[in-house]
């Protein structure tokens, strides 16, 4: 690769120290986290081709259901070997590896019901990620929050390699850079996710493509569901708090799946006077489960916390107890708090 952009605050890797101990291994399984997104995916299948190329035959374990949306991602010319430990009582581990190679995270949530069996092999394990929160595994451990994407950490790794990139490798890549940054518009971005762009897109990944497989596949059922979010949607604060809300009559009239609240949050934040968007969605047992977004100062992670939730200070989600106009009170009252300390 030849870019030579750096990324703000980036970490000097030892790219050798990772290559040599690949270098000892023939065969490698790949792990990523549960409810697998874009670049999950796209790091999980652009190493395993690199990987394949470079002489180690690799394996992509799957730990939960791969969205059908994400299928574009694996080549059908290069078939790769996938193992489901999706069950109920997977096998672990399905045979021995010489090396386990983990991306995307490094956080025993994330890899739940795998970690006994990682945490019996630290000493085989090579993790690749751009995540703040860490948990204690493996040997070898790259972690570079400045990475937009973790495909950007893949990229460095077939650089290193000396590995060329093929129309398969750069759109797994470009897929993961794209989804992560939201198609390159959070804080995220930097001259470094620019630079890999380009040269993705030299080396034959097609951005329309990719955006239409990632974007442009949602059913009608979750149409159905904006509108009904949009009709019950009430503004707070002077136009600054939007409060969305999707009961279980909502789900039963659309047939939308509670998965389909994805990108909602974004609709109100489009108007200029939105500071904080909340989408309240009221789960089959009762629960409601909140997402939370804002611009600016507002850091709604701290809101989340404050409800035994988490995430970042842009986007975090929390539950609370039903029914939903309790919820929704006790939400907007903590939301016009935070609103009064953030500075203007
Ligand atoms: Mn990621």
Request: net charge negative; hydrophobic share 45%; with cysteine.
């Amino acid at each position: 690769m030849t870019h030579k952009f750096r990324a703000p605050g980036a970490v000097d890797v030892d790219w050798n120290r990772v290559v040599d101990r690949l270098k000892q291994a023939r065969t490698v399984a790949i792990f990523t986290h549960m409810r697998p997104d874009p670049d999950a995916i796209g790091s999980q299948v652009a190493a395993g081709l690199a990987l394949r190329k470079f002489g180690i035959t690799p394996t992509l374990v799957d730990l939960s259901p791969v969205p059908p949306a994400l299928d574009f991602l694996y080549p059908v010319q290069a078939s790769l070997e996938r193992i489901s430990l999706t069950g109920e009582n997977p096998h672990f581990p399905p045979r021995e590896f010489d090396l386990i190679l983990i991306v995307d995270t490094c956080t025993k949530a994330q890899l739940e019901r795998a970690w006994p069996y990682l945490e019996s092999r630290g000493s085989k394990i090579l993790v690749l990620d751009h995540h703040r929160t860490r948990d204690a595994i493996g040997s070898l451990i790259v972690a570079d929050v400045s990475a937009a994407a973790c495909t950007e950490l893949v990229a460095d790794l077939i650089e290193a390699l000396g590995i060329g990139l093929d129309q398969d490798m750069s759109t797994a890549l470009l897929a993961g850079l794209a989804a992560d940054t939201g198609w390159f518009r959070f804080d995220s971005v930097t001259p470094r996710s620019y630079g890999l762009a380009a040269q993705l897109v030299a080396a034959g990944a097609a951005p329309a493509r990719i955006y239409q497989n990632l974007a442009q596949r949602e059913s009608m059922a979750k149409l159905a569901l904006i509108q009904h979010a949009l009709q019950n949607l009430i503004w707070l604060g002077d136009g600054r708090v939007a409060v969305m809300e999707l009961s279980r009559a909502d789900f039963a009239a659309t047939g939308a799946a509670s998965f389909e609240t994805d990108g909602l949050t974004d609709y109100p934040m489009m108007v200029a006077t939105a500071v904080i968007v909340a989408l309240l969605s009221e789960a089959p047992d009762g629960v409601i489960r909140v997402n939370l977004r804002s611009k600016h100062t507002v850091d709604v992670s701290l809101i989340a916390a404050g409800f035994g939730g988490g995430g970042h200070i842009r986007a975090a989600g929390c539950r609370l107890p039903g029914p939903l106009p309790a919820a929704r009170e006790i939400l907007s009252t903590r939301l016009l708090d935070a609103l009064g300390q953030a500075p203007v």
